[in-house]
């Protein structure tokens, strides 16, 4: 396996009132919101990285972007980071899916200016919007929305690009359209990463699958082996109710 992101020992604290609590995630007045994780991302694939709401998981992905430090621990991240939000509205900027992807590579010293409106092209036919590109961007869909923010991170060259809830508020069509461009990233030799707690969506698009509880890595392994674990026992809605295969788990 050749990792795209490395971690190793990745811990973060917030010291808290009680500095006399003790036991569980608050030691020595410090609530530990990671708390010594190793983890390799392999380049190439898909993983989803799935906790309840609390588990860590947001910031662990912040600090894999580079937006966050850890107080102790190593970060090797090998290759440029996009961070795709859960609130695609609040990434887009553009009157126009044109626009909005020119805007995130404008000043940027790779991209000469005769070179942004190709780069800007192929990012749009690269996610299914080419047709879009000059139409107001507050009229796209939620998963088209979704998708013009996967196109600024391609124009960018990020070769890691992590999705954060990328479900929320979409409609069934949207979620197929999202999905459909998460499947073929790896072919586009980008290393994806989903950070959801909506299983039932997404696993079989990915190889590999973590989960994060209260701070700390309790899972590491391949969906099919994730789903003979105690999901439910760290705050996960088991994916297989409803459904007997894992093949099932992927809405396209």
Same mark, same amino acid.
């Given at each position: ?106 000043? #940027?010293?790779? =991209? ?6 190709? @780069?800007? &092209?192929?990012? !749009?036919?690269?996610? *299914? ?71 039932? #969506?997404?696993? =079989? ?6 989960? @994060?509880? &209260?701070?700390? !890595?309790?899972?590491? *392994? ?31």
């Amino acid at each position: 396996m050749t990792a795209a992101v490395h971690l190793e020992g990745i811990t973060k604290t917030f010291r808290v009132l009680d500095e006399e609590a003790e036991g569980g995630r608050i030691r020595g007045g410090f609530f530990y919101a990671l708390d010594g994780i190793s983890l390799d991302i392999e380049r190439g694939v898909c993983t989803v990285i799935a906790g309840a709401n609390g588990s860590g998981k947001s910031l662990l992905m912040s600090i894999i972007a580079g937006l966050e430090e850890p107080d102790s621990g190593t970060v090797e991240v090998r290759e440029k980071t996009g961070l795709v939000f859960q609130d695609a509205d609040s990434q887009i900027l553009g009157e126009t899916p044109r626009e909005d992807v020119a805007i995130g590579i404008r000043g #940027k010293p790779f =991209a000469r200016k005769a070179e942004i409106p190709p @780069l800007v &092209e192929a990012s !749009l036919r690269d996610t *299914g919007l080419l047709s879009r590109a000059d139409f107001p961007s507050r009229f796209l869909s939620g998963g088209e929305k979704r998708r013009l923010s996967v196109a600024g991170v391609l124009a960018m060259n990020a070769g890691i690009i992590i999705f954060d809830e990328p479900y929320a508020n979409l409609d069934y069509p949207g979620i197929v359209q999202v999905n459909t461009l998460i499947r073929d990233l790896p072919a586009k030799n980008k290393t994806v990463v989903i950070l959801t707690h909506e299983l039932e #969506k997404c696993l =079989a698009l990915a190889k590999r699958f973590a989960v @994060l509880f &209260e701070g700390k !890595l309790v899972f590491d *392994g391949t969906p099919a082996e994730s789903l003979k674990t105690p999901l439910e026992d760290w705050g996960i809605h088991h994916p297989l109710r409803g459904s007997s295969r894992l093949e099932e788990l992927i809405w396209l």
